[in-house]
């Protein structure tokens, strides 16, 4: 653990992707970006987010679409399958049941 | 859903990837050039934020190679790495892959066609409910007519508590002609069956209903099912064929009530004549002479050993002419059919994988050759962290791409193989008919492919990896002499070869000596310029009108320019037919005959001129004349064997034979072949054909022609055909013709034996050349050291020669000991030829020893070529 804030824990970067396209299509550096500013530490390595978003492509999570960027280039745009969606709530709420059997562990109340 | 998605994705990308490669460039320079504009706004100049951007990047490459890996497909991926790559070496290496392939295909297809013939006729189940109990009923006769008459039948019926369900036919053999006054008259079966027939055989009707028990009953009107065919073309195939008749005897009409379903037929059947089933009935059922053909089912879990006891624990049936006992006995219906050619397939089955080992041996030897070219090549792979499962299985790829190419193909082959070798089959082969590539034949060869391609992969594959990787370097990068241990398995693989192809190439020429020996044989008449017309009348004719044909067609053969003499043989009685007449029970006169007493003898009903037609000579007496009428005495000719069976030690001329006939002996002819080529000389009576009323139906005038007559087939054909143009199977054959059609079923066995050895051997031999070429080429630069130190080329090429000469002659020893062994099987087809005849042995021997020399000395020539000077400085 020699860089907390870039760890994932396996699949948890997938189910960011998936929220942030909640807003909307978007590419693969806005998502980065967006998560980054989110989060305020989360640091999204290229290395990963590219491989991730492959995956829930070929899960059919995600959608891929080619279109102009509002800088006028043409960007690899990603959007929320109605599988995505799906996947998305059902995966959220087990993240939360996680997050709160860790903390009862991690954080005993007094 | 989410499975399919994802097979549906790796698939697609299975195929555009160079797009989806291209797609995730242009993604990651996107990326790139995002971050780079928001650097360049934070106010970074241009060329800065560029490299920043790419840098905050990464590993470019690592980040494609995961982002490839999650549409790559892992295992399945590198199988086709390895595909590819096959493809790739096998391409390159064009005379390897093509002898390869070729030898499969060759090794698959044979065996993939013997396995079609041994499988659709022996191993098939006939396709019959329950045929693995279907018996077939006989007894044996004295005069030598198969099957069992009705009341027979009827007796065995009672009796048999083994048997759950019988079923009687008269046939196959029996043809009638319908719409016989018609312009367009039809040969067809006349099939008398018991009703039972047809759910014993499981035979349907299409249309109508069945023969049901109340048909066979003579006061029920005369009733027939039709065969499918026969109602497609002669009714239209339509419904209202029912009420509709059929007459098979003229005045006799059956009305029509079913028609059956297509393919219905009988077992064994070699006519194609559509066929019309109706009940036996009348006469039929009573007479004793009527012999019919019994099927019975035995109950579950009987053998047909217990049908056997049963029959014999009851009294034995009798002939109520002559009281004769006629032994009954039950055989599975299967055996029946197949009869003798059960051991000629396993011959040709077990001769077929001999030619498959061989191929497979070859291959083996090949391949180690090839690996030894390739050591430094696996070498590198493996030094480069290549496991050695990797570089088995990219070995494994290759060698089965090899076996599936070479498979199909083989299939391919074997389908033309069986297309051309089924119509070539002797005339009443078993089940021929049958004969068809399906899917149990697809699986074998399937499987035998396989098994070829993981053979030839594997052996060689582990050979080339149990050496130790640096040894393998070393030797790849120099290597004097022939790597010891490989060498010494091939030398293995050429003794194998030659001793597998030696027991072929004797069998082989056991057989064919055979068949010389059976073509050449003096059966005793002058068979030059002997020809034989012959023809089955339609079953129009009756007697005695059928002789009266064949009398008027003999005038007019007689006539014909050219012809020197001609005479008849009524009743098939041509000579060297295979078939026989016999005649039980004779006796001299005043000898009172008895169960199994008298003599059985061969009878013919021949016309005058008959014998000096044949070229026969007359010993004593005269021969049968023209003028041996039915108003003159019944007169005999015997052979000498015949003769002097009844009456050892005396003139049998002018003695007389018991009988109600009392023949007299008016002549002695020499004894000749007169049936078969084999065997012994039969005991013979010729009567004349005036006298005795013979069935003519089927019959043959003999022809003695001037030397060099032309065009006399076509004559003589057109005399019969004038005569009646529905004549059937019309002939017209040489003597020779006639000796290549008896000896239909030892040609067969003797070309297909003969084939495989000639593969056999072929194979063998290129076995050898190519370990000595080998050799030559590996020792190359060990070659020019000798040289160079004075060695002469004769101590060189018989230094090579010794290569593969040793192996091959313990390999001719083992063959040799293998055929000895080997060759009994074929004892029972060999005809003048012992199965260990020496001569064969030693001649066999011989022109195989000298056909591995040469294939050995051509390729040790070549160490002649080796110049030294170039060969150290090649070193």
Known sequence: ?????????????????????????AHGHAIA??????????????????????????????????????????????QLTPAGKRHLNAERSRWEQFVLAMSRVLLPSE | MRTVNWLLYRLRNLWDRDAREAELDAELQFHIEAEAEERIATGLPAENARQAARRSLGNVTLAKEDAREVWSWGPVERFFQDLRYAVRVLGRQRSFTATAVATIVLIVGGTTAVFTLVYTVLLRPLPYPASGRLVIVRAQDPRGIPGLSYPDVQQLQSELASVEAWGVYRGPGYVSTIDRNSDNPLRVQDMRITPELFPLLGLKVALGRPLTSEDAIDANPDVAVIGHDLWRTRFGGTADVLGKSVELRPGQPLTIVGVAAPGSDVPGNWISAPIVWHPIRGSDRTSSNIRFTVLARLKAGRSVNAANVEIAARPPLTDPNTGARRPADATLLLDHIVGDSQRVLWIFFGAVACVLLIGVANLVSLQLVRNAVRERELAVRAALGASRWRIIRQLLVESL?????????????????????????????????????????WIFAALVSALVGVTIGVIPAFRSIQTGLIERVNEGVRTATLGYRRARIQRGLIAFETAVALVLFVGASLLINSFGRLMSEDAGMRERDLWVVRGTLPLRYREPADSKFWVSALRYVRELPDVESAALALNDGGPLEGGDIMMGGVLPEGQSGGEGRGFSLSLRYVGGGYFSTLGIPIVAGRPILDSDTADSEGVVVLNRAAAAALWPGEDPLGKRLAGRQKLRVVGIVPDFKLTRLDGEVSLQMYTSMLQQPAAAGSSAIMVRTKPGAQAMADRMKAVLMNLEKDILRPEVLTMAQVRWQLLAAERFRTAVLLVFAGTATFLALIGIFGLVSYTVAQRHREIGLRVALGATYSRLVSLMLRQALVPAVLGIVVGTVGALAGSRLLAAFLFGVPATD?????????????AAFVAAFVPALRSFRVDPASALRHE
């Open chain 1, 33 to 78: 970006k967006h998560i980054q500013s989110t989060s305020e530490t989360l640091r999204i390595e290229t290395g990963s987010l590219y491989p991730a978003l492959q995956r829930l492509e070929a899960q059919g999570l995600v959608r891929p679409e080619w279109r102009l960027s509002d800088k006028g280039k043409r960007a690899k745009y990603y």
């Open chain 2, 401 to 441: 791409l090899l076996g599936i190419v070479g498979g199909a193909g083989g299939l391919f082959a074997a389908s033309t193989a069986v297309g051309l070798v089924t119509p070539a089959l002797p005339a009443n082969f078993p089940r021929a008919n049958q004969i068809a590539l399906d899917s149990a034949i």
């Open chain 1, 1 to 25: 653990m020699k860089d907390a804030q870039t760890q994932f824990i396996q699949g948890t970067l997938e189910l960011l992707i998936l929220r942030t396209l909640i807003y909307g299509p």
């Open chain 2, 838 to 850: 020496a001569a064969t042995f030693s001649a066999a021997i011989s022109v195989f020893f000298c």
